[in-house]
Structures are given as C-alpha cells and as structure tokens.
C-alpha cells in the first residue's frame, strides 16, 4: 500500500481533569515521508500519536489521514482504519501475555474481520521475526523473554499488517546500541518497501540520521 | 466479525487458565446435574418399581411392614420379613378360586436371591426360558438372564445355595441345585433371581432333606429307635444334591400345612372376590393380611417426592449461589484482563470481537457444564435402566 499523508490542523486535546493541553495548530506529512518527533518527557509525544492514530479524539482541531477525516470517524470505523492502514509500535509494547512470539506477531489478522491469515502472512512472521532477530522465540511467551525482545515483537506486529502508516512510540527504548540502529533501519526498510509514511518518537539522538525530518514536539506547539 | 480468530485467542486464553477454568466447569456441572439427577433418577426409578407393583394385583404377608413385604416379593431385596404359613395361601386358593403364587425369598446363591415359587409365577410374570426347561423335580431351579450371564452358567451346570451363617455348623446345609433353564431378559428384578419350587427352598432351610436309610446305618448312629421313627446321630451322610437316585429318600418333617412363606401373590377371578379378601385380611388383624403393591408403592413415593423435592430445592439455592460466585470470578477474571482487552483496543480491534472474547470464557464454561451435566444424566439413565 502506497504512503499515506497525515494532516494535523488547529490540534488541541486535553485529558480530563488536566489543565495541560497539547495544542498543535499545524503539521503536515507527505505520503512516504519519515519524521522523528523528539521531546522532553511529559511533553505529549505519545498522546500526539494516539491522536493521530484515532485511539484518542481532540477536542477540536481535525487528524486527516489521505481523505479520510480520521477524527470524525465513530469509534468502530478508526479502529477498523487502525487495523487496517496503521501499523502501531507501543511504548509499553502492549503483547498479549497468554499468546506466544508467533501469535503476538500475528495478532492483527485473529481481530480483524477483514485481514485475512493465509500461509505467506505466516511466512513474512517468521521474515519479520529473522530481521529482528527473535525467529528462534516464536514458540515462547511474552513472559519468557526480555525487554528488548518483546520490542521487537511489537515492531514485527506494526510491520505485519503492510500498513501505509508507521507510528513508533519510542520503539528502541530497551534495546542496547546496536539492536537499536538495526530495528530503527528495519523501520526504515520496512517502511521505504512498502512506501509507507513513518513518524517515530524518540529521545536518541544517534537516531535521527535516517529520517527526512526531525521536530522536536515543543516547536510544534508554538508554531 | 472474526470467528476464527476470536475462538483462537478464547482458546487460547482458557488454556493458560486451566486449572481456573476445571475448577469452573466442575462447580457448574455439579449445580446442575445434582438437581437434575435427583428429579430424573427418582422418577426413573419411580416408574420402573412402579410398573411391577401395579402389575401386581395383592399381595399376601404375615403381619409386620407392607413395604418390606412388597419389597421381599417384587424386588426380592428384603430377606428378612416375618413368614406366613403355606395352609393360608392354599385357603385362599380353594375358598375363593383365586390363583395364589406361593414366594418364598430368604437364601442366596453366590449373591443372587433364591425365589421359591410355583410354575404359576413364570405364567403371571410372561417369563419363558430362552435355554432349557422350567424346573421339573426337587433341586432344579432356573436362572434369571443378568444371573445366567454374570455367573456363565447355563442349563446343566450346578449352582449351590449359600450357607446362612458360614461358621453356624448347626445351620442349614447348603444344596447343590441343577439349572435346568435360564430365562429371556425381562428388565426385572426377575433378571437377578434364582428360580425353584417353593418346595426346594424348604430342602435350603433344612425342613426337608435326604439321607441314606436308617436301616443300613451301623448300630452305633442309632440314638433311639421307637416303631417307625428312627433317631439317628451326626454321622449319618445328608445328600446334598438331589438326584434321580436319591430323590426317593427327601421327605420333610412335621406339618407342610404350616411351611413357611415369606408372601404370595393373590390373583383373585373378579372385584368382588378382591373386595371380599381385602376385607378378611385387611391389615392390622389376623395372622396374614393383604395389600395392594400398587398402593404400598405409592405411599413410599408420596414421601419420597415430598424429600427430593426438598433437596432439589436445597440445591437450586446451593446451585444459585454457585452461579454467583462464578459470575463474581468472571468479573474478577475481566478485570485482571483490562490491560489485554485494552491493547486491542488500541490495536484496532472491534469492540465486538473483544465482548466476544470476554464472553467466551463465561459461555466456553457454562456449554460445557451443561453439555457435561446432560452427558452425566444420560449416564445416570442408562445405568438406572440396567437396574432390574
């Protein structure tokens, strides 16, 4: 699937009970490009990406992905929209603990009603899984294994899907130097293959060199 | 909506939780299946006991319980009933033109009730032999079909009554009977009896026997000698099988008007003549009295519906309370999955497809349960009929 442009307008959400709000009046990305967002802690990195990814609505200001008005979709239709375009890397990896390596890989095709498990979506698993360097775990637990290959888990679970949409939430934050430079690469690979728009959240700044642009979130507020 | 997928990750999920999920099923099933084998177990065996009580139009005992009574002639599971004198049925018998069927129900062999009782009985039940012949002589007797096939004898082979008391050497001596027949399946408690002449079953209590002549004995047996009568000491050999060559030589001693019967069966010619006898020998005076089975057999039900009743009832609650408690650890259970049930939210899942999967412990449980409980009933049914 071809890259998929994202347009944030006039961006503001705050959770409830909080009188810090994100406001981002502005920001546009082309199909198939590649930005790193960088911030302090507690800026509101993550939650820009639950905003763009439909799992949160703003308050006001509108999420465009290609036509569709994401933020004004009912809640069934952005997530089916997830599911389908958007590949998701969670901060907290988000791994089902009683589904092995495999299944966790495989988990969008057992929930969606219209990704349909066929003997190559097995086979990419196992690819995704070699150039993470986890195929020798597919049969484990989530429990069984360490932090920074349950993060590669949830990148080969982002990728699986061939989406159009990369959202990486601080995807390398447990893996040592060198993993780190190897899963940012395969994001990149990954993402150039299939021509899919990537934003990825993080805090290192040996990271940043692959992406076509970098904005640190704050900027993004003021602009 | 994604079946599949949604039985896979359901199943998946019970499987880490197994022992949680066992524990479910087992506590479910038992709330289910004890009310409902306690409603059809009664009734199935309400109804069984009740077809050969009905059938049976009055019954004949000496005074004491009428339900140990129906349960000595019907079931033949009650030995121990106080007897009747065999001139009371012969009376009957000939005032009356009733068809009286002597039973005499007291000794076993090898588990098995020995039924004295006349050829009558085998015409009244419908029964007929599937191998073999009725008895025809003292000694013989026939084999009831769940008796012929527990035991592997058929028609030849010899079955021996078992001993009231094994260490009483005064006791009765045991008799090596012939089997001359076995039965054709009746579904009955005739399945699981040993058929004879009443006469026979005299020979077992030692009210008649067999022995060489006195005259041949040695002098030294004779304990006293007085015109016909011949006392003779321990010495003298007692057959214990009746053969053609030694069938001459059983007599019984003293009064056969007064042998003992353990009941009978009445088959009186028309309503009146019931009417008569129930009136002559209602219960509570005389030394034998009549009852209808069928009657008996209902007042024992009457109680043990007003009982079963009761415990279903006991066990609805306990049953209800159960329920509740599963329900209370699928609520726990849910809210030890929030942080899962969540991650596929934000995955994209359809809401659906996670109230499936939060539904699918509960429903995977409750099937199973019930599927079980039925699965149980049925058990509980086909062992009930295999019950004669």
Sequence with gaps: ?223 | MNFGGILYLGWRHLSRQRGRVILLIAAMTLSLFLPLAITVGVNAVERHLRARSVSTPLLLGAPGSPLELVFNALYFNKPSVPVLPFVTSREIAKETRSTVIPIHARFQARGYRIVGTSLDYFRFRRMTVARGTLMGRLGDCVLGAGVAKQLGLGPGDRLVSTPEQLFDIAGVYPLRMRITGVLRPMGTADDQAVFCDVKTTWVIEGIGHGHDEAKRQAAAAVLESKGQNVALDSSIYEFQEITPENIGSFHFHGDQSEFPLTAAIVIPPDAKTETILLGRYRAGSGQAWLNRPGATMAELFDTVFRIRDFVVAALVVVGACAVSIMGLVFALSNRLRADELHYLANLGAPAATVRWLIAFEAAFVTTASVLLAVVLTLLLLFFLGSIP
Excluded: W
Excluded at chain 1, 37 to 52: D, Y
Excluded at chain 1, 93 to 101: A, D, G, I, S, T
Excluded at chain 1, 186 to 194: W, Y
């Design chain 1, 1 to 223: 699937m071809p890259g998929m442009a994202l347009q944030l307008r006039d961006l503001v959400f705050r959770y409830a009970g909080e009188r810090f709000a994100l406001k981002v009046p502005r920001l546009d990305l082309a199909a198939g490009e590649h930005i790193a967002i960088t911030g302090p802690s507690g800026c509101g990195k993550t939650t820009l990406l639950r905003l763009a990814s439909g799992i949160l609505i703003p308050e006001s200001g509108t999420v465009q992905a290609a036509e569709t008005i994401l933020s004004s979709l009912p809640e069934a239709a952005r997530r089916r929209f997830r599911l389908l375009h958007i590949g998701l890397v969670f901060q907290t990896f988000e791994l089902v603990p009683y589904l092995n390596v495999r299944d966790n890989i495989l988990l969008p095709f057992r929930v969606s009603p219209d990704l349909r498990l066929s003997g190559t979506v097995r086979d990419r698993a196992v690819a995704l899984a070699k150039e993470t360097g986890i195929a020798h775990l597919l049969d484990q637990s989530p429990a069984e294994i360490s932090q920074g290959e349950r993060q590669r888990i949830a990148l080969c679970r982002a990728l699986i899907t061939d989406p159009a949409l990369i959202l990486a939430d601080e995807p390398t934050g447990s893996l040592d130097p060198q993993n780190q430079q190897r899963a940012v690469a395969l994001l990149h690979e990954q993402a150039r293959q299939a021509g899919a728009t990537l934003i990825m959240v993080t805090h290192e700044p040996s990271l940043l060199g692959g992406f076509d642009r970098h904005l640190p979130l704050p900027d993004l507020q003021v602009a």
